[in-house]
């Protein structure tokens, strides 16, 4: 998974595209490109639609590869994916819900940590502690979907029709995690604001920091570790700047594919179907592909040294994560979210029967 760059030379990135849909300048005039894919779709008998990935890195964006041509193979070639990612349209995905309600972008993955700002109710699946294995994250994560992301499409910019992970998060660090003590004053770069409130518990003092930092930031020692996908130990270099890979409790980043209101609704009633039936399989596709994310990356960090010994969550540790999670994390999740008393009937309701845990 690719990191949120919220550095000022990113947002000033932003600020042409924001002022042309503000401006309703239309999105083929603030992005030249997609105004080439465009005029290409017309000029077929496909219809081009146009989907954006946060990133090419790993093993994840071949989903969109897998979307495409399920969608040529069902609809007999009437319809097909041009896919950018959102560093070549001047974006950081944090956007993303606000573009696709816009109608400007027809697909595109959201990636729960970077959007949460916008829609704090879509974290809660993705909060720490509340389940040991990447699979139960997996029937957290389909539970909230179809009970409480899928049912907000006003805040989701869309329809939702899958939910996919980056794989499991790790913390990557220049020192031994023996003992989850061993956290206490170190300082550590996290990505959501889960993480940051779950660390402070441990002792740790969370960092922001943009990814392009990160390497500098571990060299020189301004930073003791960060918590990120095993996709990046390969580019990043990872071996280089942090000895140990440790599962400290984070949950799997995870996301969701959204087709943006506008499209959907301009789409057949039979292609609509067709999605709808293969979306099960698209999910499948998305966490199978984060798994091996960190499959592929773990052989990276062996082959360069890397310990692994606490890559896999030791069991001693779950009773004091899940602790942190129940009278911590949960009881302060809630106060992001305008309906407070809801979000936390919700959670109850559809992740507390799976995690164990409750909002008290």
Known sequence: MQELNASPRATRSLAPLCLSVLLGAGFALSLPGLAGITQQAQA?????????ALHRTGESYKKWHWLDERLQEETDGRYSLEIVTADELGMSGTEFLRVLSSGMIDFAEITTGYVAGDFPMIEASELPGLASSYDDYRAITDAWMTHVVAEN????????????????????????????????????RVFSSSQAKYLEELGAEPMSLPMSELYGALQRGLIDGMVTGAEHIGRMSLWETTDHVSDIGIAPATGYIVVSQRTWNDLPDEVQATIEEFSDEFSDEGWRLG??????????????????????LPEAWW??????????VL????????????????????????SGIRIE
Do not use: C
């Open 44 to 52: 077929s008998d496909t219809k081009t639609l146009r989907a954006v």
């Open 153 to 188: 499409e006003d805040r989701m910019g869309g329809k939702v029709i899958s939910s996919f992970a980056w794989g499991p998060m790790h913390l990557y660090s220049t020192f031994p995690v023996d003992e989850l003590s061993d956290l206490e004053g170190k300082k550590i």
């Open 291 to 312: 798994m091996k994310n960190a499959e592929l990356g773990f052989e990276i960090a062996q082959e360069n040294g890397m310990n692994l010994d606490h890559a896999q």
């Open 319 to 328: 009773n004091d994560i899940q602790n942190i999670s129940q009278e911590v």
């Open 331 to 354: 009881p302060w999740w809630p106060g992001r979210v305008s309906d407070s008393e809801g979000a936390a009937q919700s959670f109850n309701t559809h992740i507390a029967p799976l």
